[in-house]
């Protein structure tokens, strides 16, 4: 055997086997042998569609056979964690939204729990914010699992899913910005509470969707599931059992396609999700195929949460009571459409001292959280999403670390790719649905 820092070479009964282990690519390719090698090794990405834009997989092939396959992450960091130490605790939502930028609100709702339990707040959390995070968390998971299907769809030839899936989810996509301003990276969860209430409007589109979706649903199943192509693409491929499953640590639909009904929503519940009707669907294949089922099943199940939520909207605050610890909530906005109303300025600006201090105080330096640390674990469109959260007793979180779905998940790739065909390389890939702004944060 020879060994070098990039790469090594070994002798088996299959012939010469070239093993990659880092490195720059032409210094790993230059120790193969192009015409005697029985395997050779190639680049998958980093491309879109097929790897997701910055996922660089990297096999070993024998024909069209998977051999080896590992992946390469890292493309997209953006050091996110650690920015959040240069910030107050409020300014962290404005962070973590951007991570699993198709899941944002999950990322600020996990970050506000757990800032919220540091504080030793969480009972105080009012009835109606905890209604609005269900709410938009399982509209969240809906526009998720629209784009998964969406994307896989396009990336297994069936173009026409691409359409449909981002048309509903443009749906969901206006009803955020309705509530929140803004169509993604919305910093609408905040510890305390939401940073503004749901208008009457937006409670209005939700059940025009509602009564919508269903028939969408129906057309998804239409086009895809008697399709013989999409089923000799999804059905006994990428397979993995139960087993392989919770020795990786994967969670979320590719741990239910394998027939293990784990859910924290259901496991360990969290904003009052124990009080609601729903179910957790499984599959019991491992493979593309339960995956998709178990995807479009929850979007059923998520749409019945909604509905849920919007029937227990009653009138109420939106913010902890606290206000050293609720951020300068007073936000009417003004005649022009812009800033603070001009009541809310003059009585800071000319009629309470203890007001104006209060506010600057929170604007520039924000609350102080106790010493300690938590972690905190939600159900998100791809799985468990825990943050482990410390403070130093100051004004910025002195570590955030994420938990995130997508990073653990892709360690299940090369289990799915070996033994298979290349082709079906991308199949496995989609189907653990990997966003690398999550992944590499």
């Known amino acids: 055997m020879t060994t070098s820092n990039y790469a090594s070479e070994r002798e088996t009964d299959e012939g010469r086997v070239f093993t990659v282990t880092g490195g720059d690519w032409d210094t790993i390719v230059s120790g193969t042998d192009p015409i005697n090698d029985e395997r050779i090794v190639v680049n998958m990405g980093p491309q879109h569609p097929s790897t997701h834009g910055v996922l660089r997989l990297i096999l070993e092939l024998e024909g069209e056979t998977v051999r080896e396959a590992r992946s390469v992450v890292g493309y997209l960091h953006t050091g996110i964690e650690k920015n959040l130490e240069y910030r107050n605790w409020v300014q962290g939502s404005t962070f973590v939204t951007r991570m699993d930028y198709l899941a944002p609100i999950f990322n600020e709702t996990a970050y506000a729990l757990a800032v919220e339990k540091l504080l030793g707040i969480t009972d105080d959390i009012t009835e109606r914010a905890t209604t609005i995070r269900v709410l938009m968390m399982e509209l969240n998971r809906i526009s998720s699992h629209l784009v998964w299907l969406a994307t896989t769809g396009m990336e297994l030839g069936a173009i026409s ?73 999804t059905k006994n491929v990428a397979v993995l059992d139960v087993t392989g499953c919770v020795a990786l640590g994967i969670t979320g639909p590719v741990l239910r396609s394998a027939g293990l009904a784990w859910d924290l929503r259901k496991a360990m519940p969290y904003c009052g999700y124990e009080t609601y009707e729903f179910d957790v669907p499984t599959h019991p294949d491992g493979d593309v195929w339960g995956r998709y089922q178990v995807r479009l099943a929850e979007i059923r199940e998520s749409m019945k949460l909604v509905e849920q939520a919007l029937d227990r909207l009653r009138p109420g605050p939106v913010m902890v009571a606290d206000r050293k610890i609720a951020w300068p909530a007073q936000l009417a906005i003004g005649v022009d459409g812009m800033g603070n109303s001009l009541e809310h300025v003059a009585k800071i600006m000319g009629q309470s001292m203890e007001s104006l201090i209060h506010h600057f105080k929170l604007v520039t330096e924000g609350f102080r959280v106790p010493p300690g640390q938590v972690y905190v674990a939600i159900e998100a469109p791809r799985g468990e999403l825990g943050v482990h959260a410390v403070s130093d007793g100051g004004t910025r979180p002195y570590r955030v670390h994420y938990r995130e779905p997508s990073f653990v998940n892709l360690q299940a790739l090369p ?6 065909l290349i082709a079906d390389v991308i199949a496995g890939g989609a189907s ?5 702004g999550g992944c590499d944060r």
């Open 161 to 233: 899913i691409m359409l449909y899936g981002f048309r509903e989810r443009e749906y969901i996509l206006d009803i955020f910005e309705t509530i929140t301003g803004l169509r993604m990276n919305h910093a609408y969860v905040r510890p305390g509470g939401v940073a503004q209430d749901v208008p009457d409007d937006a409670v209005v589109k939700i059940r025009e969707f509602l009564k919508m979706m269903p028939k969408k649903l129906k057309e998804y199943e239409d086009l895809l599931s008697g399709q013989p192509i999409w089923t000799e693409r």
């Open 415 to 420: 289990a799915m790719a070996e033994g298979g």
């Open 432 to 436: 653990l649905d990997p966003v690398m």
